[in-house]
């Protein structure tokens, strides 16, 4: 169930570095969508610059950047749902501010096609029996980030906390952050 509402309304309710998921519609979104067994389909963070909340993201076909929420709710009006990072404090060694500034370090970098297709691979029946899980972290992969590893990336290496444990961040899809008690929905940004 949802609660939609309007970004002036709970704005000041957002802290920086707030997971932001996205639904998308599309083609591309519909496959990942099923494959990770979520409605999500994008990953970001909400990061406060000044009095401006902006939305940090890795993206497709524009690699890292970071644009106003509003932009973004603009074109994908009831698509975003706002999830706090680190409910009631529960992982003290959070360093919010480290992820936060790991998130901004990330604008200007390429998007992470090869990285989304090893973990789309995955997904595949025969690939699937071939592939081990992976949940090993110290291997940092050395090409570009996609949208929901730059996410668990950001708050592993610059927040202190792995997000979903067990799974390396390569491997972490959307629907694996949405799933984890570090993340608790808020409510989902309807309008302006």
Request: hydrophobic share 40%.
């Amino acid at each position: 169930m949802r609660c939609h509402v309007n970004l002036s309304d709970v704005q000041r309710e957002i802290k920086d570095g707030d997971l932001l998921l996205f639904r998308g519609s599309g083609l591309v979104s519909r496959l990942i969508s099923v494959a990770g067994r979520s409605d999500y389909t994008h990953a970001a963070r909400a990061v406060w610059w000044g009095n401006d909340l902006f939305c940090c993201e890795v993206r497709e076909l524009k690699g890292g950047r970071a644009v106003t929420l509003e932009s973004q709710i603009e074109r994908f009006p009831g698509a975003i749902d706002v999830f706090e990072a680190n409910p009631s404090n529960r992982w003290r060694e959070f360093n919010r501010y480290g992820a936060v500034r790991y998130m901004r370090r990330l604008a200007g970098c390429d998007y992470g096609y090869r990285g989304v297709w090893l973990a789309a691979l995955r997904h595949l029946p025969i690939w699937r029996f071939w592939m081990r899980a992976d949940g090993d972290d110290r291997r940092v992969a050395n090409q570009p980030p996609f949208c929901s590893q730059a996410c668990a990336m950001a708050d592993r290496i610059g927040g202190g906390v792995d997000p979903v444990p067990h799974l390396a961040d390569r491997m972490t899809e959307p629907a694996d952050l949405a799933r984890s008690p570090f993340y608790r929905y808020r409510f989902t940004l309807g309008g302006l």
